[in-house]
């Protein structure tokens, strides 16, 4: 049953730390998109990522945040330094883009708290 | 740009009766439509999508959901609420203007239901 990972399911840090989250995509799946769920903003969707290139990361605030992905079997999303506001659960989702509507798949989240 | 409405941030329902979640969409192209559920404490699951075709569409667990261009809707239904359908749902649409490979989506702000015994 292939599924989307992520790591860890929680942390806890306090303000000024990094945070790095992680994510398995899917495999063969060559699209991944981080978003954010508060219950001020609701899902806000971060940045994505195609073949492993950035498409767009405009909803990241650009000087924390950053995200890549070193190979195919791997997305990060780091914030540097962390703060109150950050505190959020941290959504990895994957598809297969093939020019068709293909459905994403969600990972179950990291629950950030920073102190 | 595409955008998602989805009237009513909490529903409740007895067990038994209809669901009806509420979606409308803004969209300058023809729309692909989805809604998903969370459960408490997991990611977002697929429901049920509509891409082209038949306009009613069928999910899973008994949801079904009907696009209806004329009134930019997506209305989720489902005839008989159980205990286990608590959660959130989500509408969302692609962005297929400026994204149109597919894939990213637009959702809407999410209603809770709850389910009353």
């Known amino acids: 049953d292939a599924r989307v990972t992520q790591t860890p399911r929680h942390k806890v840090t306090e303000m000024g730390q990094e945070v790095t989250m992680r994510c398995q995509p899917i495999?063969?799946?060559?699209?991944v998109f981080w978003y954010r769920q508060t219950m001020m903003q609701g899902l806000e969707l971060l940045a994505y990522?195609?073949?492993?290139?950035?498409?767009?990361d405009s909803g990241m605030p650009k000087d924390r945040f950053s995200a890549e992905m070193p190979d195919a079997t791997l997305a990060t999303l780091k914030i540097q330094p962390s703060e109150p506001r950050d505190s959020a659960v941290y959504f990895c989702?994957?598809?297969?883009?093939?020019?068709?509507?293909?459905?994403?798949?969600f990972g179950p989240g990291t629950r950030l708290l920073v102190l | 740009a595409q955008s998602v409405t989805q009237l009513g941030s909490h529903v409740s329902v007895s067990e038994g009766a209809l669901v009806l979640l509420r979606c409308n969409y803004s969209?300058?192209?023809?729309?692909?439509l989805f809604w998903y559920v969370q459960y408490p404490n997991q990611g977002l699951q697929l429901l049920l999508k509509?891409?082209?075709?038949?306009?009613l569409v069928k999910g899973i667990n008994g949801f079904e959901a009907e696009f209806k261009k004329s009134e930019t809707s997506f209305h989720l239904t489902k005839p008989s609420a159980h205990m286990s359908d608590a959660a959130e749902y989500f509408c969302?649409?692609?962005?297929?203007?400026?994204?149109?490979?597919?894939?990213?989506?637009?959702f809407g702000e999410g209603t809770q239901l709850t389910v009353n015994p």
């Open positions: 969209s300058s192209v023809p729309p692909y």
């Open positions: 990522f195609r073949n492993r290139a950035p498409l767009d």
């Open positions: 989702a994957s598809v297969r883009a093939s020019g068709f509507q293909e459905t994403q798949y």
């Open positions: 509509y891409t082209t075709g038949a306009t």
């Open positions: 969302a649409v692609s962005d297929r203007q400026h994204h149109p490979s597919g894939s990213r989506l637009t």
């Open positions: 495999l063969g799946h060559n699209t």
